[in-house]
């Protein structure tokens, strides 16, 4: 299993196990809301197929990408969680609008970065500073494409030596390790704007104390590094 040993670390690991069952507890949670029928009825069947699809694909990479890092696959849990801020970016848009949900049905030209452009303009951005799933989404891609390999090489490197195995050893660099724990804030706070998408509102009161509970957490995460 995944664990840091860098500063904080004992925080780090509780945040990490919260942010398991986090994921764990939110995706049974915006699977029930897919498939109540009072709740989304003014999608027709196929509409809702996709969604649900779309949802199941975020979850499950989330999933592959915590299950992969807990083998220390740092490079193939990063493709897990680009494959899941795509799909998080794809559900937005056709969420929030239904037009878009009708073009990515039909058309095979579907073009996601367009969609987000209208949906942008059309939506009032208060803090330019505000965490962007879209640029978290360019930065694990330039990481996990190796775009800038020098940048990323350094990371690898433990005590002197580059590890050549599959998985990138029993210990990671401090390094590596500080990127992870910013892979895995950003990666709540995509997965939190996600959820935000589902209402809950009393819906189901022990999802409410638990986003309050991992979202406290958050706010200590805030206090330790920003």
């Known amino acids: 299993m995944f664990t840091f040993t860098i500063e904080n670390c ?29 709740l989304m009825e003014e999608y027709k069947e196929q509409e809702k197929l996709t969604l649900i699809l779309l949802n199941k694909s975020i979850y499950q990479n989330i999933f592959n990408m915590m299950a992969q ?8 849990s990063l493709s897990c969680l680009e494959n899941a801020l795509y799909n998080i970016r794809l559900f937005n848009v056709l969420k929030n609008n239904r037009n878009n949900l009708y073009k990515y049905m039909t058309d095979e030209n579907f ?13 009032d951005i208060k803090d330019k500073n505000e965490f962007s799933v ?3 989404y360019k930065e694990v891609k ?21 590890y050549m195995g599959l998985s990138n050893g ?3 660099s401090d390094k590596l390790q500080d990127k992870i724990r910013g892979y895995l ?18 819906i189901d009161k022990d999802v409410e104390e638990l986003e309050g509970r991992i979202y406290r957490k958050f706010m200590e995460y805030i206090k330790l590094y920003v």
């Open 185 to 202: 804030i950003s990666m709540y706070r995509a997965l939190s704007a996600h959820n935000q998408l589902f209402f809950n509102g009393g």
């Open 142 to 162: 330039n990481t996990n494409r190796f775009d800038d390999i020098k940048s990323i090489m350094p990371l690898q490197i433990h005590d002197g030596n580059l």
């Open 69 to 76: 890092l807990d083998n220390n696959m740092v490079f193939s």
């Open 170 to 172: 029993n210990e990671l």
């Open 111 to 123: 073009d996601l970065k367009k969609c987000e452009e209208v949906l942008d303009k059309n939506t």
């Open 10 to 38: 004992e925080f780090l690991n509780d945040f990490y196990k919260e942010l398991k069952l986090y994921v764990k507890t939110l995706y049974g949670f915006t699977a029930k809301i897919l498939i109540n029928p009072t």
């Open 134 to 136: 879209k640029d978290f």
